[in-house]
């Protein structure tokens, strides 16, 4: 006999908690900033701005950067990131982990930085889609950590905060989670270490993907 699941909707964020993009991120945030004349921030400083929206990710790393160039720094990533883009993989064990999840009745969605584009270029490009009951993305409302993001999701497929469970690796989707009501579990192999997580105390905090899985089999 199945077990009755703790949560009904499982929210994974996408880069740095699926997929292995968050080293090109930060370089195409470097390089960036380079490309319109401002020093590069250290690879900790890019990579905390990983899952933000693009004004509130410019404001970080380029903080007097005038308003009008902001358009030119977010096409000068964009070429630098879609250079690397097609290279970038799933975690292993990721694809396993999502049938596992999908062949046991888990609602799974995507609360992601990227844009609705972006995402559906990357779920194309690794034929995964079809795990997903639905997805949000950051040019669709407001991004992390605002609530937005999550409540969407859980209105979507009618689950309550209590039954939802937002899975990312930086403080912006545990923030997310706490600002939703509904609870996160961190990964430690994103952007963000497990150290810089545990301030938002996560159920759970799980250093590989072969953790995550064990966890959500043992515990979700």
């Known amino acids: 006999m199945r077990r009755p699941l703790r949560f009904r909707l499982l929210a994974f964020d996408w880069d740095g908690t699926l997929a292995d ?14 490309d319109v004349g401002l020093a590069a921030p250290d690879d900790h400083a890019a990579r905390h701005v990983i899952g933000l929206g693009p004004r509130e990710a ?3 790393v380029a903080p007097l950067l005038e308003a009008d160039r902001h358009a030119g ?13 097609a290279d970038v993989p799933l975690f292993e064990g990721v694809r396993e982990m999502l049938d596992e ?4 009745g888990f609602l799974l969605t995507i609360a992601t930085g990227k844009s609705r584009v972006g995402l559906a270029r990357a779920l194309a490009q690794h ?8 997805s949000r993305c950051a040019d669709e409302g407001f991004p992390k950590p605002h609530p937005d993001m999550l409540l969407a999701l859980m209105d979507r497929v009618g689950a ?13 989707d545990l923030e997310l989670a706490r600002n939703a009501g509904a609870a996160g579990l961190a990964v430690g192999y994103g ?17 590989s993907v072969v953790e995550l899985r064990a966890w959500l089999a043992a515990n979700a």
Do not use: K, W
């Open 21 to 34: 993009s968050t080293a090109l991120i930060a370089r195409a945030i470097q390089q960036a900033c380079r």
């Open 73 to 85: 720094f977010s096409e000068r990533f964009r070429e630098h990131y879609l250079a690397g883009d």
């Open 101 to 104: 999840l999908d062949a046991r």
């Open 58 to 60: 410019i404001r970080h």
């Open 191 to 207: 952007a963000h270490s497990l150290e810089e997580l545990a301030c938002f105390a996560p159920v759970a905090a799980v250093r």
């Open 160 to 172: 309550n905060a209590s039954e939802t469970l937002m899975i990312g690796d930086t403080s912006h």
């Open 127 to 134: 034929d995964i889609a079809h795990r997903f009951v639905a």
